[in-house]
Nanobody, 122 residues
Framework: QERLVESGGGLVQPGGSLRLSCKGL????????VTWYRQTPGKERELVAE???????EYADSVRGRATISRDLAENTVYLQMRSLKPEDTAVYYC????????????????WGQGTQVTVSS
């Protein structure tokens, strides 16, 4: 079964850094567009960063210059390195992956599970 598993979140002070991981299980991530999202209670899921099959990268304005998305082919993982974290970065972070046919591992309308919680607080 194809699955995505997020990890790497935690409690960090403002100005700190975290590296979030999105690991693909049961399929190969390299052929997918992988997108990181975040969500806070009562709000819509927000796109944070995306990496294409050709490794082009896009970032939300809110994190541009503070985030780096990258692939590790050997680990079948996409990372999101976050720096200079701010309290407003506090959210549950999720990833999703879409193949060349436009099919996503996680249906947009479905529950995406626990994700990984990032809390930025002093």
């Amino acid at each position: 079964q194809e699955r995505l598993v997020e990890s790497g979140g935690g409690l960090v002070q403002p100005g700190g850094s975290l590296r979030l991981s999105c690991k693909g299980l049961g399929f190969t991530l390299v052929t997918y567009v992988v997108t990181w999202y975040r969500q806070t209670p009562g709000k819509e899921r927000e796109l944070v960063a995306e990496i294409s099959r050709q490794d082009s990268k896009e970032y939300a304005d809110s994190v541009r210059g503070r985030a780096t998305i990258s692939r590790d082919l050997a680990e079948n993982t996409v990372y999101l390195q976050m720096r200079s974290l701010k309290p407003e970065d506090t959210a549950v972070y999720y990833c999703n992956a879409k193949n060349v046919f436009g099919n996503s591992i996680r249906a947009p309308s479905a529950s995406w599970g626990q994700g990984t919680q990032v809390t930025v607080s002093s």
